[in-house]
C-alpha cells in the first residue's frame, strides 16, 4: 500500500512533466524521455560511468577520511572538558565557513589537485561529525560505566561492549546525513577545479551548450547512485545497530 | 546462632570520615565512624534511611571511590567483590548470556555457566535482550552476574525494591540459596526493616546524613523459623529504639 502510493506519485510527477515539457516544446525543458535517451547515449560511450566513478572515489575517500577523524575528535571533545573549550570555537568558525569559501582557499593554498579536493571536503563534513559524536560521547551512561569499573572491565571489553554501542546510533546519524552533505560538496569542488567527475560534467554541459538534458541526466543517475547506497548499506546499518531496542 | 562481630571478617569496613565537596563553600559530610565487618556465610544487612550515605559507602567498598578518611580490609581490588546495582545496570545491546560472560575475565568467559543459569531460572532468557525482561528478572541476570564472577563478598543494593511480592520472595530464596550453597559473605543494604528480617543474619542500623553506626543486632532465629508475626513483633521493637532509622 505504502509502496504503491509512492510509485503513483512518482509516475504522475513524471507523466504531468512530460506533458509540460511536450507543450514547451523547448531544449531548456527537456522531457523524461529526453534524459532517459541522454542516460543511454553517454552511458555507452563510457562517459558517463567514468564520471560517476571518479566522483564516487572522490566521496568515498572523503566521507571516510571525515568520519574516522570527525569521530575520533568528537569522542575526544566529549570526554575532554579542557580540549572542548580549546577547540569549540575554532570548530564553530569551520561549521559557519560556506563550502565554497573552503573550497576555494584549499585550492589556492594546496593547489589545483586531488589532495586539495579532498581536503576541502573533508574540513566541510568533519565538523559535523564531531559535533553529533561530541553529543554521543557526552551522554555515556554513567551507571554502565560505574558498572564497567566495578567489574573491572578490561580497555578492549570496555570499548567494544560499553563504548562503542552507545555511540553507534550517533555514528550512524552522522554518517547519513554526512554522506549527502559530502556528495553535495565533492560536485562543487569538481566543477571549481577537477577535470573531470559529474561536477566537471554538469559545468561542461552548462557552459559549452546549455544542455539540459544531459545536466539533468548526470545529477539523475548521480542521485541514485547516493540514494541507493543510503537504503542498501546506511539505512540496513542503522536498523542493525537498533536490533536490541 | 548468633554471628560475632570478629570472626570470619572477609571484609572490614572502617570509614572514619567522608565528605563530599571538600574544596567548596559548603562543604557535606556523608558519612562519619561506620565502622562495621561483612562476615563469610552470612547476610548482613546495613539499614538506614534514603539517601543516608549507604550508596557512598558502598562505592568506597567497591574502590570506585578512593577520596575518604579511613580503610577497607582487604582492600577492594583483592577481596573479591561483587556487586548487583540497584537498577540492573545490563547493558541493553547485549543479550543476558553475554551481559555474564562480559563481566568475568577473559580466561573465564568461556567457562560452563549452565548450573548457575539454571539455578536462577533464566535457562530460557539467555538469548534475550535485557528490554525484554521484567524487573525481577533483570535483576536475577544482575545477581547472576554476580554470581559468575564467585566472589568472596556478595553486595546488594536494595535489591527487593520496586519488585511484587512474588517476585522478590523468590528472588530472597535466590540469595539465601546461593549463600548456603557458596560460603560467601552477603552484604545488603535496605530501607527496609521486614525484608532485612526475613534473611539476614546481623542487622546494622545506620543513621541519616551523616551516615554513622547506631547499633548492630544479631538475630539468632534460624531463617526457616521466621513467621510473619516474629517479623513483625522484631520490627515493632526496632522502630521503639531506632526511631530515626524506621520510621522513615
Known sequence: MGFATRLAS????????QVAASAAGSRLLPAPLAILDFIARESATGDLWWNVGITLARVGISFF?????????????????????????????????????????AYIWVG????????????????????ILREGARGLDPQ???????????????????????????AVAAARSGLSLAWKIVLVIELLGRPNGVGFAINYYFVQSLNVAAILGYSIVFMSVMIAIDILILQRLEAYVRRWR | MPVS????????????????GGGGPEPVEAVRDLAFTVTAGAITCLIGPSGAGKTTT??????????????????????????????????????????VRLALPRPARAHNL????????????????PGALSLGMARRVSLARALAQKPRILILDEPFVSLDDNAAASLRGLVVAAVEASGM????????????LEIADRLLLVSGRPASLLGTIALDRPRGQRDRGWVEANRASLAGRFPSVIAS
Open chain 1, 144 to 170: 554502565l560505566e560505574e558498572m564497567a569499573r566495578s567489574y573491572r572491565f578490561d580497555r578492549r571489553t570496555w570499548i567494544a561492549h560499553v563504548l562503542v554501542p552507545q555511540l553507534q546510533p550517533f
Open chain 2, 114 to 129: 549452565d548450573a548457575l543459569f539454571e539455578s536462577l531460572g533464566l535457562t530460557p532468557w539467555r538469548g534475550r535482550y
Open chain 1, 10 to 17: 512518482v509516475l504522475v510527477l513524471l507523466a504531468g512533466w
Open chain 2, 5 to 20: 562481630d570478629t570472626a570470619d571478617a572477609a571484609l572490614r569496613v572502617e570509614i572514619l570520615r567522608k565528605v563530599y
Open chain 1, 65 to 105: 577520511l571525515a568520519m574516522t577523524l570527525g569521530v575520533l575528535l568528537g569522542i575526544a571533545l566529549g570526554r575532554s572538558r579542557r580540549l572542548n573549550l580549546v577547540l569549540d570555537t575554532p570548530l564553530l568558525i569551520l561549521l559557519n565557513t560556506p563550502a565554497l569559501v573552503i573550497t576555494v582557499l
Open chain 2, 185 to 196: 559473605g552477603v552484604l545488603m543494604v535496605t530501607h527496609n526493616v521486614a525484608e532485612a
Open chain 1, 112 to 131: 589545483l589537485n586531488e589532495a586539495a579536493a579532498i581536503v576541502a571536503v573533508v574540513l566541510n563534513k568533519l565538523p559535523n561529525v564531531a559535533v
Open chain 2, 58 to 99: 558502598l562505592r568506597i567498598l567497591l574502590g570506585l571511590d578512593p577520596d575518604y578518611e579511613g580503610r577497607v580490609t582487604p582492600p577492594p581490588d583483592e577481596a573479591g567483590i561483587a556487586m548487583a546495582f540497584q537498577e540492573p545496570r545490563l547493558l541493553p545491546w547485549r543479550t543476558v548470556e553475554q551481559n
